[in-house]
């Protein structure tokens, strides 16, 4: 037993000595105010830029909002942001002036910053806030209405980390963004745990965590409330020398968007693969997962299991239309987008759209106004998608009228009518649908269908599939 004791006290004389020896830089004793009036931003720089010249923690102190303007941070430092504590974004858009894009100033700027860092953790209990209403104009029935501008967006994204190493985000309450909240771009070594992200869901283009061109990264146990996507993959053509986005986990996420809760896409000019989410919850979605090709980059080697999808249907404000399950390629609209010209190669005036290929869901329950949609251009652009163990309940909540699918943004036809069936493919090839049922709610307007339909679809097994049409006494239980 006394060695045991003995054991004990070592290890803690080890902890304690590790604590004291860690720099602890307090953002007061640089001159930050925390009245929630005073720009800190000048402060909590001086901070950051001592604190990473020997490694240490940036400490930001409860009971204070600080309010603050657009600052950077750094390497070898953790920003800490203490239970009761809040930094709080400026509201006034002339302090934001570097753009989220780069050259590309229509899609937002910079709050908090970080540029070719390592060795960088955000974590305390304390709140994160992008002010984003300040940032909107008026409120209507489902969403803010957007400012208007004529070159520079002047919305400031939260955090945006370019070309970052060991990137660890942990445990805080992130969020009220203007636009994107925690966007990585060519990172890698990426953890994110136990975060809880809150956007406004009237504001538009506020997704939760965005990946471009990003690398092994886990993301678990976090809860996102997103008025965009709630976690979204992506290569954007703005930072197209860091290649792929792959190696991505996610575990253990609950999750609401008034867009789509997990995508994969649109912009997408290289390649993501080798991706896996498993134990995520989906609630009140417009759309629940959805892989969304409309570039030349290729999405391959994808797994979604054991996951709950509910939806129902938004207003055209947001894409989709309560698919729970979405997988189309599409070539991108040319020209009507107020970025158009950074959508395509450079000096290219229209696209071209990539494969998207070995997809698999296992396990999903999905419940909501529409099924599951699968679609491209033409049938060699989707291929080997497998869902086993997939079942879908079809029951009409909402006043809003269904019998649509939305492809935007695509260079054909946006919104497209059709029946609402439990599973719904066209121009695809090599489809699987195993161990899988459909059901039908009370509600049933006359375009609910088929349990399966299929157009132009090259070899589409189907094992134990289960359930009857919407109305059995008319319609057939698949239609090919």
Known sequence: ???KIFISCIFLIAIITASSAQKIYNIKNFGAKGDGKTDDAV??????????????????????TFLTG????????ELFVEGGARLLANPDEKVYTKSAFRQNPG??????GGENIS??????????????????????????ILKPFSIKDPRPHVLTIVGGNNIRIKD????NSAYWTVHLVGCNDVVISGITLLNNLKVRNSDGIDLDHSKNVRISNCYIESGDDCICLKNRREYEEFGRCENITVTNCTMTGRSCAI???SENMDTIRQVLFNNCIIKKSNRGVGIQNRDEGVVSDVVFSNMIIEGHLFTDVWWGKAEPIYITA???ASGNNKDANWRFPKGATEGRVGEVKNIYFSNIKCTSENGIYVSAESNDKISNVFFDNVDVKIDKTTAITGGVYDRRPCAVEGFVKGSTSGFYFDAVKSITVRNCSVQWGNNKPGYFAHVIESKNVDSLKIVNAEGQAAFPEKMDIIKQ
């Not at 805080?172 to 969020?175: Q, V």
């Open 1 to 3: 037993m006394k060695r």
């Open 43 to 64: 402060a909590i720089q001086k901070a950051i830029d001592a604190c990473t010249k020997t490694g240490g923690t940036v400490f930001v102190p409860a009971p204070y």
């Open 70 to 77: 657009p600052f950077n941070v750094r390497s070898n430092i």
């Open 107 to 112: 899609e937002g700027m910079i709050w908090i």
């Open 119 to 144: 060795n960088f953790t955000i974590s305390g209990t304390g709140e994160i806030n992008g002010n984003g209403i300040s940032f909107m104009g008026a409120e209507l029935e489902d969403s803010y």
């Open 172 to 175: 805080i309450h992130i969020g």
């Open 263 to 265: 995508k994969i896409g």
């Open 330 to 332: 599409y070539r991108r």
